[in-house]
DNA sequence: ATGACGATTTACT
DNA sequence: GTAAATCGTCATA
């Protein structure tokens, strides 16, 4: 079978908590300029419910340059920057013009380690400490910077940029384990919107954030 | 023009 | 466990 296993435009164009559980065990694709290839599998996320939701950047139908990916199409990056120093990466979902998004919150990484390795060390103070695999990609930010993933890739088309985009699992991959769910986190001041289950990782895996 | 605030991570007590 | 780091972004004026 020879199939693009990249993900296409109508698997994106669902709603933020089915694609949630569904990004789980595929893969984001990251490749640099020169064709050095960067991957992870998928193990945590976290659906943001667009106007509706209290702790969505789009609640209440803000639109700005800052998050005005999340009004584009379907398979569409939304990156944005925050605490001054860390980038996030998101997925854009739903209808086109509903900003309704899944945030990539941790990745188990599966190739190009080593570079994540030294992306991740060289954004620390003291960059000789030794990195063990969890830590490189278990966080939105941390994934973001083992991953060269900035506000220049905000925007980006996931179903036809070369740099960026998501995978199918490859076939006889592992079999899908229990999935877990939980409140988000860092959204406490979502008043009732800071409870909702709206985070799902992989149960157990140890590339999780804590 | 100004001030307050993060969808976080790291280092330190 | 707590707190510092650090600045783009946005709401208010």
Redesign the pocket.
Known sequence: MSTSRRWRRADFATEPRALARALLGHRLVRVLDGGTRLAGVIVET?A?LGVRDR????FGG?R????ESMYRKPGTAYVY??????H?M?VVCGDEGDPV?V?IRALMPVEGADQMRSR?AA????NG?ALRET?LCS????LCQAMAID?DLDGTDLTRAPSLFIEHPPDHGPATRRIGRSAR???G?AAEWADRQLRWFLSGNPHV?R
């Open positions: 976290e943001y702790a969505a950047h789009s803000r700005t340059a800052r998050n920057f925050t605490y001054g120093m860390h996030c998101n998004a945030l991740r954004h620390r103070l003291d400490a830590d966080g939105p930010a941390k506000r986190i860092g959204v001041y954030s």
